[in-house]
C-alpha cells in the first residue's frame, strides 16, 4: 500500500506531477498490463516503482511507457551500472566515502531534494568511476522509492570539484560519462531540476568549461557555476545544506548513515534484480542496439567531444 501523502506534500503532488488520489489505481492497472503485453520486457509492476515513474513523466502514460522501457533497456545497453545490482560490503563503503549525499530533508520553499557528488572523495587507485555510477543509480532507486520530495519535486544536484585535479581528470572515461549522462535524463525516475558546480580547481577549469558549455545545450534546467559554498548558500541557503558546507540540513555523517539503512533494507529488492531487463530478439519493432543510443547517429551524438 503506498503511504498517504501530507496536505504539503498532496498539493505539490498535484501542482508539480499532475497526481490525484483517484486516477492512480487506474493509471497502475493500465501499466500492468501494458508490461504483460509487451514480450521483450522484463519489469518490476509494484505500485511505488510504478508511481516513481509516473510521476518522473507528470502521468504522462505515453511517455511512462517509453521511459521504463529505455530503463529496463539499459539493462542490456549499460551493464556496467545496470547489472549486478546487490548491496555488498564493497557497496556500501563507496557509500561511506561520501562521494554521493542525499540529505534526508528538502530544499527551502521549492522542496526539491538534494543530491550532492564530491568526485574528489574516491582514490581512482582504489575505485573505478564506473563504480561510482553503480552506486548512485542503486541510490537514486530507492531515493525515487522513499523521499516523496524528490519524486514530486524533483532534485536538486550540486557537483562539488574540491579534491579534482588534472590527474583524475586525464582518468575521466568519456564514453562512460556520455552513457550515464544519457541515463540520467532518458531512464532515471528522478528528474535533475537545477544544477550547481562548486570549488572548482584551476588546472580543469579549462576542461570543465568545455563540458558545462556542452552540457547546458542538453538540458531544461539551469547550470551553475559558482566559486564556493558562500556562493551557494545565496543560491539555495543554509536550511538546505549539511553543517559542512555551512548550512543547517544535518552532518554528511548523518547522510550517509541514511543511505546505508536504506540501502541494506532493499537487500531483498536489488536480489530481485536479476530477473528484469529485455529480451531484445522479442520485442515487436526496432530492436535497441547500443549503436542506436550511442553512435555515431545515435540519440546521443551531439556529445560527441572526443
Given amino acids: 500500500m503506498r503511504r498517504p501523502l501530507s496536505p504539503t506534500l498532496a498539493k505539490l503532488a498535484e501542482k508539480e506531477v499532475n497526481e490525484t488520489p483517484d486516477r492512480i489505481q487506474q493509471d497502475i492497472i493500465i501499466l500492468r498490463v501494458w508490461i504483460r503485453q509487451q514480450p521483450h520486457l522484463r519489469a518490476r ?21 517509453r521511459r521504463i522501457d529505455r530503463y529496463f533497456t539499459h539493462y542490456n ?29 528538502p530544499k527551502g520553499d521549492s522542496r526539491t531534494a538534494m543530491f550532492i ?11 573505478m568511476l564506473r563504480e561510482i555510477y553503480h552506486f548512485s543509480s542503486m541510490a537514486m532507486e530507492v ?25 583524475k581528470m586525464r582518468r575521466f572515461d568519456r564514453v562512460l560519462f556520455r552513457k550515464w549522462w544519457n541515463w540520467l535524463y532518458a531512464c532515471s525516475p528522478l528528474k535533475v531540476k537545477e544544477m550547481y558546480i562548486i570549488n572548482m ?3 580543469i577549469q579549462g576542461t570543465i568549461m568545455f563540458l558545462y558549455n556542452l552540457l547546458s545545450m542538453q538540458v531544461d534546467h539551469p547550470i ?6 558562500e556562493e551557494l548558500i545565496e543560491h539555495i541557503g543554509k536550511d538546505s545544506l549539511p553543517e ?3 548550512g543547517t540540513n544535518g552532518h554528511i555523517g548523518e547522510c550517509i548513515a541514511y543511505m546505508e539503512d536504506l540501502l541494506n533494507s532493499y537487500r531483498g529488492y536489488f536480489e530481485q534484480d536479476c530477473n528484469y531487463g529485455t529480451i531484445e530478439e522479442l520485442r515487436q519493432g526496432e530492436i535497441a542496439i547500443y549503436e542506436a543510443e550511442f553512435g555515431a547517429s545515435g540519440s546521443f551524438r551531439r556529445l560527441n567531444w572526443d
Fill in 45 to 65: 509492476t509494484d505500485v511505488d516503482f510504478l508511481i516513481s515513474f509516473l510521476r518522473r513523466c507528470r502521468y504522462s502514460l505515453e511517455e511512462t511507457k
Fill in 77 to 105: 545497453l549499460f551493464p556496467e551500472i545496470m547489472n549486478n545490482r546487490c548491496v555488498t560490503q564493497r557497496l556500501l563503503d563507496i557509500n561511506r566515502l561520501g562521494v554521493c549525499l542525499y540529505p534526508d530533508m
Fill in 117 to 127: 557528488a564530491r568526485f574528489g572523495h574516491f582514490d581512482p587507485n582504489l575505485y
Fill in 143 to 167: 531515493i525515487s522509492l522513499e523521499n516523496d520530495y524528490a519524486s514530486l519535486a524533483g532534485i536538486c544536484e550540486i557537483i562539488d570539484l574540491e579534491g579534482v585535479n588534472s590527474d
Fill in 201 to 203: 580547481p584551476k588546472d
Fill in 224 to 229: 551553475r557555476v559558482l566559486k564556493n559554498t
Fill in 244 to 246: 559542512e558546507y555551512g
